[in-house]
Each structure stands twice: as structure tokens, then as C-alpha cells.
């Protein structure tokens, strides 16, 4: 499974109606408007790369009103109950 964050740019105009596009593409498992540089931060779930590269070049990035993306792609998952491990250094 690969997962990736698509940070985008949206048109002020179609910001409203973006997030119910994306969630209508197959992949995108959750959107969010975002604070900052970017407008909308949409999360992917695919099962393979080229599979992500299809989804960000022929759906989301052809969305009328996506002014531009950047993805960033997961190498790793940590979870809530994920996070003693990240500390474990293991030293007892």
C-alpha cells in the first residue's frame, strides 16, 4: 500500500465544490482544507506507484480548478499506538 499526501493550489472560485470532486476519485481516502501555502491537502491510498502517478496526473491534477500539486509520498506509518516504539531505543 502506498500512501501519499497532495498538497494543491485551488482556485478561489472552486474551492467549495474541490473536496466532493477528489473524494469522488477513486484512491483519495480523505481532504482537508488546509492554513498555510496550500489550500486543500488530500490523502491517497493506492496499492502501487503507478498507480499514484495515475491517479495524480490523469484525476486530480486535470480537476478544473487545481492550479497546481505536490505529493509526498509516505516511506512509513506512525500510528498513536505506534509512538512507544518510536521512542524505544531498546536499552532496558
Given at each position: 500500500m502506498v500512501t501519499?499526501?497532495?498538497?494543491?493550489?485551488?482556485?478561489?472560485?472552486?474551492?467549495?465544490?474541490?473536496?466532493?470532486?477528489?473524494?469522488?476519485?477513486?484512491?483519495?481516502?480523505?481532504?482537508?482544507?488546509?492554513?498555510?501555502?496550500?489550500?486543500?491537502?488530500?490523502?491517497?491510498?493506492v496499492r502501487a506507484h503507478e498507480d499514484l502517478n495515475d491517479l495524480v496526473t490523469e484525476h486530480v491534477a486535470a480537476l478544473e480548478g487545481i492550479e497546481n500539486t505536490e505529493t509526498l509520498i509516505s516511506f512509513k506509518t506512525f500510528a498513536k499506538k505506534d509512538l512507544g516504539l518510536l521512542w524505544d531505543i531498546g536499552v532496558d
Open positions: 501519499a499526501f497532495i498538497l494543491m493550489n485551488v482556485s478561489r472560485t472552486h474551492l467549495r465544490s474541490i473536496a466532493d470532486d477528489l473524494l469522488a476519485i477513486d484512491g483519495i481516502a480523505e481532504v482537508y482544507s488546509v492554513a498555510g501555502p496550500f489550500d486543500i491537502v488530500a490523502i491517497a491510498r
